[in-house]
């Protein structure tokens, strides 16, 4: 198979999952294994071979969704820029550098004692389907339920933990961690939604390039096709990103998180399927 259209495969999985609550990495994960095991890669191929060049396609792609999403939140980078002197604003940032912050400091201990993220199907697996269940069991208990406009500062520490919770465990979803705490901690789901997203923002860039400064250092030289595949598949992601972020935005204002629950939940079954064939 030309890298290209594998390229093109993984830049398209990644732009729709960064964001919507199902993992990214288990989707990545399962369409890896599916080009292996299907023969539309060799084993040994950069895309797919465990190494720096892979992580650096999958850390520069993550960082072409992250961009896209920006101009999704026009009056927001207007409060933030031209009004940050305003109280509500300052709070609005005050609550996001916390949460960013937490994950922050956090990320740092887990790397100072040498944690790394494992990505073998079962935990990836296991991890989608609590996290469906969680999401079905939350979405149950709020029927029925008036709902806050108002982060709080619980709810920005809680989405601070979500974060690190994603990085210890594969396959829970950076946003689905986050956006499950917020809605049980009683926010309503657009601004969890939201808050969810700006937080990772400054989180996932600041992770993604100390990644990328550290594969760029572990690998050898990159050959100019490899930068080539490289930069179309975050240029793919970031268009992909764009109009999925924008799809979830307006599909949450009048729908509940259950059919993310259940995807999540299926998925995890196809993985530990998969594996364990």
């Keep these: 198979m030309p890298d290209w259209i594998v390229v093109l495969l993984l830049g398209v999985i990644e732009g729709i999952t960064e ?10 994960l399962l369409t890896q294994r599916l080009l292996e095991t299907s023969g539309g890669l060799a084993p040994d191929h950069w895309l797919v071979r465990p190494g720096a060049k892979k992580d650096l396609f ?22 933030f820029f ?22 922050g400091a956090g990320g740092l201990l887990l790397d100072r004692y040498g944690f790394v993220l494992p990505e073998s199907a079962l935990p990836v697996a296991a991890a989608l389907v609590v996290g ?8 149950w208990a709020l029927r029925g339920k008036a709902l806050r406009d108002e982060i709080t500062w619980t709810v920005a520490i809680a989405i601070g933990l979500g974060q690190l919770l994603a990085m210890i465990f594969p ?9 499950l705490l917020a809605l049980m901690l009683g926010l309503r789901r657009p601004l969890a939604a939201e808050f969810s997203f700006l937080v990772g923002i400054p989180t996932m860039l600041s992770a993604g390039g100390l990644k990328t400064f550290r594969a760029l250092q572990q690998t050898d030289s990159v050959l100019p096709e490899q930068w080539a595949m490289i930069l179309l598949g975050a240029v793919i992601a970031a268009i992909v990103s764009f109009a999925a972020v924008k799809w979830l935005l307006r599909y949450v204002q009048t729908h509940t998180f259950i059919a993310f629950g259940w995807y999540r939940i299926i998925l995890g ?3 530990l399927g998969i594996a364990l064939l």
């Design 19 to 28: 964001f919507i609550p199902v993992s990214s990495t288990g989707h990545l």
């Design 58 to 79: 999958n850390v520069v792609i993550q960082c072409g969704a992250v961009l896209a999403v920006l101009p999704l939140f026009p009056e927001r980078l207007k409060q």
């Design 82 to 103: 031209l009004r940050w002197r305003e109280p509500a604003t300052r709070d609005y940032l005050l609550k996001i550098a916390a949460a960013f912050g937490i994950t």
């Design 132 to 139: 469906g269940l969680l999401f079905l069991l939350v979405e």
């Design 171 to 179: 396959g829970t979803s950076r946003s689905g961690s986050t956006i």
């Design 269 to 271: 079954a196809i993985i």
